[in-house]
């Protein structure tokens, strides 16, 4: 089955620096690739995703890149907020398949 | 649209005890997953449905869990007898594969206390 790999596993930035979180998958058959964010006390939302079609997708401050040879793919956000601080998670699928989740990064935005 | 509806958001009950968390998709969604979610093991994947049908049930513990999805717009986990062991965050989701892989939209979570 597939595996993904997250790192790091908590991240610290200053308000206004960038965030990068890795992820790598090992199933060539993934092509769907989201990642959520998770506040305290709440489920998991969906912030951005990307398809294996594309090697790239961004939306404001959010971007996530991917590299399908490689098998890897990360989420950057720029000019990092407070309101930015939550876990992310990246996840991998392929349609009917069940999603196979990172293990997750604990992100803080010091102000 | 509502979202994904669980209930209840918080229980606490004594070791061998019935639990059953239920789960309400967003209509017209034909794929439910429940996760379990611990600080030490994440997100896992218990079990997950598509047109209602358990398609995988490898990551359930043991036989004292189990789930339903009698129909579309209602599906149930039941933990019978419940452990210490099974505290946790139990999520429920729902997607619509419709041509690809879609978005999963997360329930706000069932909090489990097995004292």
């Known amino acids: 089955g597939e595996n993904v790999e997250q790192h790091p596993s908590t991240l610290s930035v200053q308000e206004g620096d960038s965030a990068v979180i890795k992820c790598t998958y090992s199933?060539?058959?993934?092509?769907?690739f989201p990642w959520y964010k998770q506040e305290l006390g709440k489920g998991p939302q969906l912030i951005i995703d990307?398809?294996?079609?594309?090697g790239e997708k961004k939306d404001q401050r959010i971007a996530v890149t991917l590299n399908k040879t490689a098998k890897h793919f990360s989420l950057h956000i720029t000019e990092t907020q407070p309101e930015d601080s939550a876990v992310y998670f990246c996840?991998?699928?392929?349609?009917?398949?069940?999603?196979?989740f990172g293990t997750g990064t604990s992100l803080t935005v010091i102000p | 649209d509502a979202g994904v509806i669980q209930s209840p958001r918080h229980e606490v009950t004594e070791m061998g005890q019935e639990v059953t968390l239920r789960c309400k998709p967003i209509?017209?969604?034909?794929?439910l997953f429940w996760y379990r979610q611990t600080m030490m093991r994440g997100l896992e994947l218990l079990i997950y449905?598509?047109?209602?049908?358990?398609?995988?049930d490898s990551g359930m513990p043991e036989d004292r869990f189990s789930a339903k999805m009698p129909n579309a717009s209602f599906s149930t986990l039941k933990i019978q007898p419940s452990e210490p062991r099974d505290s946790a965050v139990y999520f429920c989701?729902?997607?619509?594969?419709?041509?690809?892989?879609?978005?999963?939209?997360f329930g706000e979570g069932s909090r489990l206390t097995v004292l």
């Open positions: 989701a729902s997607s619509l594969v419709q041509g690809g892989a879609g978005e999963l939209f």
């Open positions: 449905f598509n047109n209602n049908v358990p398609i995988d």
């Open positions: 990307i398809r294996s079609n594309v």
């Open positions: 209509s017209g969604h034909n794929s």
């Open positions: 199933d060539s058959a993934s092509n769907y």
């Open positions: 996840a991998a699928t392929y349609t009917g398949n069940q999603f196979y």
